[in-house]
């Protein structure tokens, strides 16, 4: 595939004495899809938490675009063009939309001072853009009353605001109805035919099935499976091979391999 | 996955696409409902006070349209105001600060003490502010990188650098009887047409301070550090740092008050701040600024801070004995947070 967008090597975090990674080795290059799956503490959230860097790793190293970054930290990893989706969202719920979209980047000139007009046009531009129209808000609505799925299309506009280059969805259709959740699909689509990439995390198999052109299968901690969309024949063998990986012990009499 | 081209439309009108782009303006928009909804939780403040004075002066015409009374208030408001105002950035960052009068105190006497050696007071105004910023960025410390709760360690600061003072003066007081010769004095705290000019000041820092919390990058991040923490941390917001720097704000705002306090009374007292404590915590809530964090109102603090002190004068002046000043003060900051719920049920 096209060019190496990021890439980790040897990434381990332990947290005191548990080892939440031990040893991970992940690229995503320029408009692909990784789907990165595993069971309830496999280490997904972890991970995306030092891609974005809210976590820092214990050891390993972190490129972009083949050169190693330095004191890798939340700040950095949007410089680099990396955007999250959290999975709780990340949202302040008291705030206006327009506050949450800028969180963290305020469009400011002289002294600090906010550019309020210009913060406003653009969220704005960004609602528009995800086709998030919508009578019954503004971009001054307080983002406590909007919907799952509205809330969800806030943290969306935030991560496509820069143009950013690799944009991570933690488990983006938890929670939301049907036609959200095709929505969210209908976002991931459009992201990649602008040559964008995406890690979608998800618990559903089928949804990251349906999606990723590469997956990734993490299980405490470690990658155990890496495999593309070709290399697959159907989301059951993915599954498949989860359960095996997650109980080897009850399908070792069956020669499982 | 089969394409569903017609995004379908939930009860509410949510999630549909294309059709928002010609619709007519949306109701929040209009200029006056935008202007209204934006200043909500003051303007809430500013009914109440605006009630409380019409049963004052309804129960005593006379006294309440002599502008002695005024006069009197706005005398010793400005202290309430440097306190007040800073006290809600750090009530909105969903921290607490109980040390601002020990503060106060503290850089009143540096104030003082500058003064006294025979240097101009404006040095001495520069120093104060020096020194309550350094007691603010050390509270701010112990509290963020100690990560100390907020309520417990900033009351054990006050008791702790209150102490230093009346150890280090013996409790003495400092007059500074040439103060008012001087240009300082002149411009800060004399009186103009029977206006004491530091209720400008005053005023002055409190619209300054409204902008700096609505339309400034470290306002809307004190809003979302109280807000959120965790998600401002995910967003690249430092969220230590702009809690660290709300202690410094607060450390400003309380030498500010300490060297105004000095000015207006010719005299730093070792217990100069020592009775602020209470009517400034009231003034923050009784102004609309809740407790949880992350929302707040600057104008309504100073609001707040209006009503308190119009409470005692009030009373008496309506022609009630000193004893009701207590009850009054209280049924007031009930009936104020009342009403605040009634007025933040959009928020929660």
Redesign the interface.
């Given at each position: 595939m096209g060019e190496r967008l990021i890439e980790l090597r040897d990434i381990a975090k332990s947290f005191g004495r548990v080892y939440a990674l031990g040893g991970i080795n992940l690229h995503v290059d320029k408009g692909e899809v990784v789907g990165l799956i595993g069971d309830n503490g496999a280490g997904k959230s972890t991970l995306i938490k030092i891609l974005?860097?809210?976590l820092k790793p214990t050891s390993g190293e972190i490129l972009v675009r083949g050169r190693p970054v330095a004191n890798w930290?939340?700040?950095k990893?949007?410089e680099a063009g990396i955007e999250?989706v959290?999975q709780?969202?990340?949202?302040?719920?008291?705030?206006t939309i327009v506050?949450n979209i800028?969180?963290?980047?305020?469009l400011?000139g002289f002294f600090?001072?906010?550019r309020?007009a210009d913060e406003e046009r653009e969220a704005r531009r960004l609602m528009?853009e995800i086709?998030?129209?919508?009578?019954?808000?503004?971009p001054?609505?307080?983002v406590?009353?909007l919907?799952g799925?509205?809330r969800q299309g806030v943290a969306i506009a935030?991560a496509i605001y820069k143009q950013a280059d690799l944009i991570i969805l933690d488990e983006p259709t938890t929670a939301l109805s049907l036609?959200?959740t095709?929505?969210v699909?209908?976002f991931v689509r459009q992201v990649k035919a602008s040559g964008r990439s995406i890690i979608f995390i998800g618990h559903n198999i089928y949804h990251v099935f349906?999606i990723a052109d590469r997956f990734v299968v993490l299980d405490r901690g470690t990658v155990v499976l890496e495999t593309t969309r070709a290399e697959t024949a159907s989301a059951e063998q993915l599954i498949n091979f989860m359960q095996r990986v997650a109980h080897p012990a009850a399908n070792s009499g069956a020669g499982a391999q | 996955?089969t394409?569903?081209a017609e995004?379908?439309q939930?009860k509410?009108?949510?999630?549909?696409?294309?059709?928002?782009?010609h619709?007519p303006i949306?109701p929040?928009?209009r200029p006056m409902r935008?202007l209204f909804?934006?200043n909500r939780a003051w303007l809430g403040t500013l009914g109440v006070f605006v009630v409380m004075m019409a049963v004052f002066i309804a129960a005593n015409p006379r006294v309440f349209s002599s502008w002695g009374l005024y006069a009197s208030v706005l005398t010793t408001l400005p202290v309430a105001l440097f306190l007040t105002v800073p006290l809600v950035y750090i009530v909105t960052a969903a921290e607490i600060d109980l040390s601002f009068p020990a503060t106060m105190g503290f850089a009143g006497w540096i104030f003082a003490l500058v003064v006294q050696a025979g240097y101009d007071p404006f040095l001495g105004i520069v120093a104060a502010i020096l020194t309550g910023m350094a007691l603010g960025l050390l509270v701010g410390s112990l509290v963020v990188y100690a990560n100390l709760s907020s309520l417990i360690a900033t009351l054990g600061m006050n008791f702790m650098l209150r102490g230093l003072i009346l150890m280090l003066t013996q409790s003495k007081s400092i007059a500074l009887v040439t103060l008012d010769q001087t240009w300082a004095y002149r411009i800060f705290s004399s009186q103009v047409y029977g206006v004491p000019l530091q209720i400008l000041w005053a005023l002055a820092f409190v619209f300054v301070c409204a902008?700096l919390y609505n339309?400034?990058?470290?306002g809307?991040?004190v809003?979302?550090v109280g807000?959120?923490p965790?998600?401002?941390?995910?967003?690249?917001?430092d969220v230590k740092r702009v809690r660290v720097k709300a202690f410094v704000f607060m450390g400003l705002g309380a030498a500010l008050a300490g060297v105004f306090s000095t000015m207006i009374n010719f005299t730093w007292w070792p217990t100069s701040g020592d009775g602020y404590l209470l009517p400034v915590l009231a003034s923050v809530f009784v102004g609309g600024t809740p407790t949880w964090g992350?929302?707040g109102t600057v104008v309504g603090g100073a609001i707040g801070a209006l009503i308190v002190s119009f409470i005692q004068t009030g009373v008496v002046g309506a022609g009630l004995s000193g004893f009701y000043v207590q009850f009054f003060n209280g049924l007031i900051i009930i009936l104020s947070l009342i009403g605040h719920r009634w007025n933040q049920v959009?928020?929660?």
């Amino acid at each position: 595939m096209g060019e190496r967008l990021i890439e980790l090597r040897d990434i381990a975090k332990s947290f005191g004495r548990v080892y939440a990674l031990g040893g991970i080795n992940l690229h995503v290059d320029k408009g692909e899809v990784v789907g990165l799956i595993g069971d309830n503490g496999a280490g997904k959230s972890t991970l995306i938490k030092i891609l974005s860097g809210v976590l820092k790793p214990t050891s390993g190293e972190i490129l972009v675009r083949g050169r190693p970054v330095a004191n890798w930290n939340a700040a950095k990893s949007r410089e680099a063009g990396i955007e999250t989706v959290f999975q709780d969202r990340a949202l302040a719920v008291q705030q206006t939309i327009v506050t949450n979209i800028f969180m963290g980047r305020e469009l400011s000139g002289f002294f600090g001072w906010l550019r309020v007009a210009d913060e406003e046009r653009e969220a704005r531009r960004l609602m528009r853009e995800i086709g998030f129209t919508s009578r019954v808000f503004t971009p001054q609505s307080i983002v406590g009353q909007l919907s799952g799925g509205e809330r969800q299309g806030v943290a969306i506009a935030r991560a496509i605001y820069k143009q950013a280059d690799l944009i991570i969805l933690d488990e983006p259709t938890t929670a939301l109805s049907l036609t959200e959740t095709d929505k969210v699909f209908h976002f991931v689509r459009q992201v990649k035919a602008s040559g964008r990439s995406i890690i979608f995390i998800g618990h559903n198999i089928y949804h990251v099935f349906d999606i990723a052109d590469r997956f990734v299968v993490l299980d405490r901690g470690t990658v155990v499976l890496e495999t593309t969309r070709a290399e697959t024949a159907s989301a059951e063998q993915l599954i498949n091979f989860m359960q095996r990986v997650a109980h080897p012990a009850a399908n070792s009499g069956a020669g499982a391999q | 996955m089969t394409d569903i081209a017609e995004p379908k439309q939930d009860k509410r009108g949510h999630m549909t696409t294309g059709a928002g782009s010609h619709d007519p303006i949306h109701p929040a928009e209009r200029p006056m409902r935008r202007l209204f909804l934006a200043n909500r939780a003051w303007l809430g403040t500013l009914g109440v006070f605006v009630v409380m004075m019409a049963v004052f002066i309804a129960a005593n015409p006379r006294v309440f349209s002599s502008w002695g009374l005024y006069a009197s208030v706005l005398t010793t408001l400005p202290v309430a105001l440097f306190l007040t105002v800073p006290l809600v950035y750090i009530v909105t960052a969903a921290e607490i600060d109980l040390s601002f009068p020990a503060t106060m105190g503290f850089a009143g006497w540096i104030f003082a003490l500058v003064v006294q050696a025979g240097y101009d007071p404006f040095l001495g105004i520069v120093a104060a502010i020096l020194t309550g910023m350094a007691l603010g960025l050390l509270v701010g410390s112990l509290v963020v990188y100690a990560n100390l709760s907020s309520l417990i360690a900033t009351l054990g600061m006050n008791f702790m650098l209150r102490g230093l003072i009346l150890m280090l003066t013996q409790s003495k007081s400092i007059a500074l009887v040439t103060l008012d010769q001087t240009w300082a004095y002149r411009i800060f705290s004399s009186q103009v047409y029977g206006v004491p000019l530091q209720i400008l000041w005053a005023l002055a820092f409190v619209f300054v301070c409204a902008l700096l919390y609505n339309r400034h990058r470290f306002g809307v991040q004190v809003h979302v550090v109280g807000d959120n923490p965790d998600s401002a941390n995910e967003m690249g917001v430092d969220v230590k740092r702009v809690r660290v720097k709300a202690f410094v704000f607060m450390g400003l705002g309380a030498a500010l008050a300490g060297v105004f306090s000095t000015m207006i009374n010719f005299t730093w007292w070792p217990t100069s701040g020592d009775g602020y404590l209470l009517p400034v915590l009231a003034s923050v809530f009784v102004g609309g600024t809740p407790t949880w964090g992350g929302i707040g109102t600057v104008v309504g603090g100073a609001i707040g801070a209006l009503i308190v002190s119009f409470i005692q004068t009030g009373v008496v002046g309506a022609g009630l004995s000193g004893f009701y000043v207590q009850f009054f003060n209280g049924l007031i900051i009930i009936l104020s947070l009342i009403g605040h719920r009634w007025n933040q049920v959009r928020y929660r």
